[in-house]
C-alpha cells in the first residue's frame, strides 16, 4: 500500500513531459484523420469509385493513407475547406435574412432610409417627412 504513495514522486518531469507530448501527437493525428475523411466526402470532383478507394486506403492503412492523400490531394483541401465554410455562412446569412424579414414585409429601417432618401432628393417637405416617419414608427 506505501509504494502507489510515491508514485508521483517516481515520476520525472522529462516523463511527464514526454507523456503530454505523446497525448497531443495523438490527438493531431486524429484530427488530421477525421479531416482527410471529411475531405473525401466533401470532394465532389472524385466519383464514388475514388471515394471509396480513399476511404478503404485511409481506414485499412492509416499512416499511409493520410500519408498519401495529403501529399495527392493536399493541396486542394484549403479550397474545399473554404468553399465549404462560404457555403455554410450563405445558407445562414440567408435563413437569417429570411427569419428576420418575417411576413415579407419591408422592416422600418429600409422604409425610413427610402424616406430620407426621398426627402434628400426635395420630393417631399421636412413636414411631409415627419408625417410619414410617424406613420412608419406607429
Known sequence: MNEYVYLAYDYPLLGAFWTVLWIVLWVSWFILLFRVIADIFRD???SG???TGWLFFTILLPFLGVFVYVLARGRSMGSRER???QAQQEAF???IRETAGGTGRKSEA???MKL???RARGDIS???FRRAKEKILH
Open 116 to 118: 430620407s432618401e426621398i
Open 49 to 51: 469509385w475514388a471515394k
Open 44 to 46: 465532389d470532383t472524385l
Open 93 to 95: 446569412d440567408h435563413y
Open 110 to 112: 429600409d422604409e425610413l
Open 126 to 128: 421636412d413636414e411631409e
Open 83 to 85: 468553399r465549404h465554410l
